[in-house]
């Protein structure tokens, strides 16, 4: 198949974002394209380009966009590489056909137009999309479910509503981190994880007397706030423990 030769007539400069690159072909507005690509490519006015060339350009136009939603994503607060799966999955859900212009956004099809504009991407479908954004960041250390579950662990037993170890081991579990990574970032929490999980029990405590203690029997009291407790992942031994130390408080 012959590729048509394009003339590149024009090349600004975006002013809603200084990252991208206005290229004209035979002096009609063909994309916005990314900076770094112009250069890398030595682009000019009066250059010929392929239609792969701009192709090419439109798709790193396109996985740009993608890895900038899952960063903006990350920085509201750390996640595991199954929940930035998920998060993939769900915004691809709403996209029916590829458009490699505004974002690599397309679903598996046997139709053979589209076969060749998704090769031409290094991707075969949606998960083969969401497996090389997973690697890419995986390669520059923007996923690290160790470190997530060492973060996610301090969060639970220092936040406002206090779990215990197993209940957060749970989460991590229901989040993919595997039992490897849980078990390693709870190893580097040791020497301060006894001292979170004291304080998480005896704030978590004292936030259920509080709820109950005006309303019923001491007994009662008792039971409820070690229900809540061994709900919430807390060892039975150190509530037990907790209990006796606070029962005048009861």
């Known amino acids: 198949m012959k590729h ?48 792969i060339d701009l192709r ?95 973060w996610f662990a301090r969060q639970r037993l220092t936040g406002g509503s206090p779990k215990g170890l197993s209940y957060i081991k749970s989460e991590l579990f229901s989040k993919g981190v595997n039992k490897n990574d849980i078990e390693i970032a709870f190893d580097k929490l040791k020497e301060e994880t006894e001292d979170f999980v004291q304080d998480a029990l005896t704030k978590a405590f004292a936030k259920q007397v509080r709820k109950y203690k005006d309303d019923l029997s001491e007994k009662k009291v008792k039971g409820k706030v070690i229900n809540y407790l061994i709900s919430k992942g807390f060892d039975f031994k150190e509530i037990k423990l907790k209990v006796d130390e606070f029962t005048h408080q009861i």
């Open 4 to 51: 048509q030769k394009l003339i590149v007539t024009k090349l600004t400069y975006s002013k809603k974002n200084p990252n991208l690159v206005n290229l004209f072909i035979d002096d009609k507005f063909e994309a916005s394209v990314l900076v770094d690509s112009v250069v890398s490519m030595s682009l000019k006015s009066g250059d010929e380009i392929t239609e």
């Open 56 to 150: 090419a350009l439109k798709s790193e136009v396109g996985w740009q966009k993608w890895i900038d939603k899952i960063l903006n994503f990350i920085a509201i607060r750390p996640r595991s590489q199954k929940e930035i799966e998920d998060y993939l999955k769900t915004k691809l859900l709403k996209y029916k056909t590829l458009k490699i212009e505004t974002g690599l956004e397309f679903t598996k099809s046997d139709s053979e137009d589209q076969n060749e504009e998704t090769k031409s991407l290094g991707v075969n479908d949606n998960q083969d999309l969401i497996n090389s954004l997973i690697t890419y960041l995986d390669e520059r250390g923007y996923i690290n479910d160790q470190k997530f579950a060492v």
